[in-house]
């Protein structure tokens, strides 16, 4: 790639404008005939990172259509700002080569649990280590996450309908709490090669989500290699923010 001094503005805003448009079409399957606000607008729904830019986004397009004659990028009749070019080449960045959450804000060290255990066992197991999202496995199997707020949700149901604290704490294994869980939607699995912008957009399209769980494949029959939690998210935006 040639240094960006020795590129106009207009080349680099241009190459860099060509760029997310080959990208978003490709990633989304749609048509390369496609107007860049049509674009845009349809990207929305899917890409954290549009969503955020997408005033930005639909300005550069029109700007994109001032500053060419024509369909033809070689006749230039305008130079974009500095400041315009380094924030489309940002966007750019984001789209195309986007930081991963394992790299940045994600925990790589899991702390899991089997099956069996009671909820006295799992509550001990929050308290020494700090976590309040313990995966629970049968196995390699996943059976949910075990969340401290749900716990104590579980808790507080189980005491107004006459339930005993021991009985609770000694006799309801987490299998039992999990599976009346099972329709929840509080947390994903995901690919260990999954990127910020994917994170978010699962954080944005579902406010209920408290964790993303990654595996190798994204399979939930896999043992973890990180997690994500809701306490993550105002990092993960600022490593956007900053790439």
């Known amino acids: 790639m040639a240094d960006k001094t020795q590129k106009t503005n207009s080349k680099r805003f241009l190459d860099a404008y060509n760029s997310i448009d080959y990208a978003l079409k490709t990633r989304y399957g749609l048509n390369r005939a496609m107007g860049f606000s049509d674009l845009i607008r349809k990207s929305v729904v899917n890409n954290y ?4 830019y997408e005033d930005d986004l639909i300005d550069f397009g029109r700007l994109r259509n001032a500053i060419v004659h024509n369909s ?6 305008a130079e974009p700002h500095d ?4 924030q489309i080449e940002h966007i750019e960045k984001l789209l195309t080569t986007p930081p991963k959450v394992l790299d940045t804000v994600g ?9 069996g255990k009671s909820m006295r066992e799992i509550i001990t197991l929050m308290s020494s280590s700090n976590y309040s999202n313990i995966p629970i496995y049968r196995g390699q199997d996943l059976l949910g996450i075990a969340n401290g707020q749900k716990i104590i949700n579980s808790f507080g149901q189980y005491l107004l309908a ?3 604290a021991d009985v609770f704490l000694d006799h309801v294994q987490i299998e039992d709490m ?7 939607i509080y947390y994903v699995v995901k690919r260990a090669d999954c990127t910020i912008e994917e994170a978010l957009n699962e954080f944005n399209n579902n406010h209920k989500l408290l964790a993303i769980l990654f595996t190798k494949n994204g399979t939930s029959n896999e043992l973890p290699v990180g997690i994500m939690t809701g306490a993550n998210f105002v990092d993960a935006q600022n490593v956007l923010e900053n790439y």
Request: charged share 20%.
């Open 178 to 184: 999990l599976s009346s869980l099972a329709n929840s």
């Open 162 to 164: 006459g339930g005993k």
């Open 83 to 86: 400041e315009v070019v380094a």
């Open 49 to 52: 990172v549009v969503r955020k």
């Open 72 to 77: 033809n990028e070689n006749f230039v009749i």
């Open 107 to 115: 925990q790589r060290d899991v702390l899991t649990s089997q099956a």
